[in-house]
């Protein structure tokens, strides 16, 4: 179990997206009774085991009465000379007989295997991108659709509508497309899904999926699967959802759930950022996190369930060695430059400014077209600025709605975050130094499944070409 974990604890990835696929397993829509690979591997290692027992006490004896039996011991070694060359014969025709079968018969031949695809374990890890930018709404909503923002709706998590309202998407009613687990709760299918913050169990929940978050836990039931009191069944009152265990929580009622409804199919739990905002790989708190997350994956394994894992964004340092947020203030910025502009959004704006200051790697600017040339030249001047994309282009080049997006998208450098006005930014409340995403440089992601890949999907998987989007066909659909 730790292997599967390990990985993730080097590379420092932030709020994690777990599938879990509960006994009997629904990967590739397997039925009740199928025996599955793991059943019968016990059974081929018993027999073969049992064989290896016999093995040295049968030779041992033939050898002994063999001997015995022989009443002169010059027999002795005209028996060995024959049982050599019996052997020397009966070896090469074997090996003449087994090159024939191979050049007429050719076994194996016309089968399409990949030898880059075959596993030495069954968990199998590997990196994939996220949606752009690299935030939690558009990646959570991409997660359980299966599509990308521009057919889901949702790119980010605060954006400009065409009516020139700003708008938090933490409403389904943005929402364009139905969730998969919508999709399975419409069909009678056991699913739950669990949530560290509140926001996003009101868009993972849309379409009748039975959902709860740590955040709201308290005095929470699940009327669906008779639970009365969340709090009551995981044993211990939920955490403040900026605690560091909120995320263990999440965990901890999904499996409380599983104990409580052998019949869920398919739990889907979903973790915060707040550690990862906080603190950089290798740090203490880091490490204690991690730790706790091995300890509660494994038991998610050890109940049978098959696992499949990714996140939302990856997470960079976005501050001077001495620890002060090294941002552009673009509302200063454009101001300075005489460049006249109507709205800067910041679409990792969300309820959590203790996370971020509302500060990321990606802004919007709203403008009339004729002050667009003026401000492409004073921004992609700027240090830590690699990206800027007019509204057509950024649609297509991030897959997003292009009505819900501004004339202009910026792009930063990892190090660099972006803002509106300085004043607007109360970074006091941030855990420590600015640790954020949104940009290219967050978009890395892991794809980590506690089985293996062996559907249409494997090549693409092992070439790093999927998207966290794929977490779900890759369980559902393509594990062994």
Known sequence: MAGLSSHIRLAGWPSFTFLYVSPPTMSG????????????????????GL????????????????????????????????????FEIVTTLALLLGLLAVNLVRPGDGLAVDPAQLQLTDEVFSVGASEMPSLTNPNNISIVTGVPPAIHGIPGNYCRLPDGSLELLN????????SIHAEFAARGIPTLTVTTKDKLRLLLGNGGVPSVSVE?????????????????LVGTPAPDVYDPSASHYAMRIGLAALQRVPGLRLVYVSLTDRVQHAAAPGDELADRFFAE???????????GCTVGITADHGMNAKHHDAGTARVHYLGDLLTAAGVPFEEIVLPITDPYPKHHGALGGFAWLHLAPEHRGAAVRALAAL?????????????????????????????AAADTALGRYAVDHDLSQLHGG????????E???PLILSRPVRGPLAKRLHAGVLRNRDIHDLTLNNTA
Do not use: K, N
């Open 216 to 232: 709201r836990a308290r005095g929470a039931a699940l009327p669906e699967y008779r639970i009365d009191d969340i709090e009551e």
């Open 443 to 445: 978009q890395l992601v």
């Open 434 to 441: 600015l640790r954020s995403h949104g940009s290219r440089h």
């Open 293 to 303: 997350f091995d300890a509660l994956l494994g038991a998610y394994l050890d109940a």
């Open 171 to 178: 409403d389904p009613r943005f929402l364009r497309v139905p």
């Open 383 to 411: 240090p830590g600025i690699e990206e800027v994309w007019e509204r057509a282009d950024a649609a297509t080049i991030y897959e997003l709605p292009a009505d819900r997006i501004g004339d202009l998208g910026l792009a």
């Open 51 to 86: 064989l290896t027992m016999l093995l040295g006490p049968i030779v041992f004896c033939m050898v002994v009465s063999g001997i015995a039996a022989v009443d002169r011991l010059r027999h002795v070694g005209a028996i060995a000379l024959r049982s050599i060359a019996y």
């Open 29 to 48: 829509w397997a039925e009740r009774g199928m025996r599955s690979p793991h059943q019968v591997e016990v059974l081929g290692d018993t027999f073969v």
